[in-house]
Every structure is written in C-alpha cells, then in structure tokens.
C-alpha cells in the first residue's frame, strides 16, 4: 500500500472511490487484495504474476514493469 500511496497518478484513476480512502481500508489485515495490489507488487518486485483459478490455466498475466496504461 506504500507503493500505490507513493504513485497515486498510477493507480488512483483504477479505484471507484475517494483514494486515500481506499488505501487506509487496504491497509488493514482483514482486508484482501484484488488486481490493482497484484499490479503494484508486480511493479515493486519488476516480476510477471500470474493468476490461476483451480485447474484451469492461467487466467491473467501482470507485468513486473511500470506500464503505461
């Protein structure tokens, strides 16, 4: 959460609510993460994250590198 908080031109156009806001709610450990916390620790990392669901194969593939959206 760090990270996104630190770019906020980044990520906040992908989030429905008030930003700052969403990140304090991130931030609690009860909270999960959803595919723009992936994005950032892909970004963070520089590595590809690859999302599975049960058996089925790979269903998303999130670049290691900050990308132009």
């Given amino acids: 959460m760090d990270y996104m908080a ?3 031109d980044h990520f906040a156009p992908f989030v429905a609510e008030d930003f700052v806001s969403y990140v304090r709610r991130k931030r609690h450990p009860a909270c999960h ?7 950032a620790m892909s970004e963070m990392y520089n ?22 959206w």
């Fill in 6 to 8: 630190a770019n906020p």
């Fill in 33 to 39: 993460g959803n595919n723009l916390e992936m994005q």
């Fill in 47 to 68: 590595r590809n994250i690859e999302v599975y669901c049960y058996s089925t194969g790979t269903i998303d593939v999130l670049a290691g590198q900050h990308a132009i």
